[in-house]
């Protein structure tokens, strides 16, 4: 089965806390590419990567109630220095890091968050750790590679899809 052999590529990696520069939107039809918007005018006003060479693009989606109804939205972090400042419309947040699930997705094909799942699902070592003191469940996607998309060119190629875990 396709899905086994592709479970053989899941890694388990740790990702060191860090402090970043949040866009969250909330509104429209496309917040992935609002916040991508909002995320390189910072990048590129600032000149992060002059800063911090070593840049890190986490994305995740962060639902909200509106009206009664559940909105989709999307938050993108850029890991950035402790003591940079942040512009709005961003927000300054410490990520706590931790133990993670990684399954990457090349060519970044959404239906392989299923195979993270499972594998974290059935997994007799580790279960899924919901540590993380935001709204989300702190599931997340790495997009590589940070300097090629603000910097040369605007396309994700790949994914490292996570899940936050802890041992049993």
């Known amino acids: 089965m396709e899905d086994v052999d592709k479970?053989?590529?899941?890694?388990i990696i740790y990702l060191p806390p860090a402090t970043v520069a949040s866009a969250h939107y909330m509104e429209g039809l496309e917040p992935e590419s609002a916040t991508n918007i909002i995320m390189k005018k910072f990048i590129n006003d600032t000149e992060l990567f002059k800063i911090n060479p070593s840049v890190r693009l986490y994305g995740f989606n962060k639902p909200i109630q509106l009206n009664g109804e559940q909105r989709h939205c999307y938050e993108l972090w850029a890991t950035i220095p402790d003591d940079m400042e942040v512009p709005a419309p961003l927000v300054k947040r410490k990520f706590?890091?931790?133990?993670y699930a990684c399954y990457t997705s090349k060519p970044v094909n959404w239906d392989d968050w299923g195979i993270l799942n499972e594998w974290?699902?059935?997994s007799e070592d580790f279960e899924h750790d919901r540590r993380e003191p935001h709204e989300w469940e702190g599931r997340l996607e790495e997009h590589f590679n940070?300097?090629?998309?603000y910097g040369l060119e605007?396309?994700?190629k790949h994914f490292d899809f996570l899940i936050p875990i802890k041992r049993k």
Do not use: T, Y
């Open 7 to 11: 479970a053989k590529n899941i890694k």
């Open 96 to 99: 706590a890091g931790g133990l």
């Open 120 to 122: 974290v699902g059935e």
């Open 146 to 149: 940070a300097f090629n998309i």
């Open 154 to 156: 605007s396309k994700f």
